[in-house]
């Protein structure tokens, strides 16, 4: 398999980011109303592992019910 097709392969299986392009910070709640992530978790987005990202992926729809 050629690297590049092997790239495209791992990337398939990478959580996407959950950006809408949104950017609102709901003060009250503490995360943006798009995403629902808070700003550590957006700053760390790019640094976290797949198995983080699931994590933070896993509480966005709690987080949706909530606001």
Same mark, same amino acid.
């Given at each position: 398999m050629p690297i590049s097709a092997a790239r495209s392969? +791992? =990337?398939s299986s990478e959580? +996407?980011?959950?950006?809408t392009g949104v950017c609102v910070l709901d003060e009250n709640a503490g995360w943006c109303r798009g995403c629902r992530r808070t +700003?550590?978790?957006?700053?760390a987005w790019r640094d976290m592992?797949?198995?983080?990202? =699931?994590?933070? +992926?896993?509480?966005?729809?709690? =987080?949706?019910?909530?606001a």
């Open positions: 392969e +791992l =990337r959580p +996407l980011s959950p950006c +700003l550590d978790e957006i700053a592992t797949q198995d983080e990202q =699931r994590a933070v +992926l896993q509480k966005l729809p709690a =987080r949706a019910i909530a």
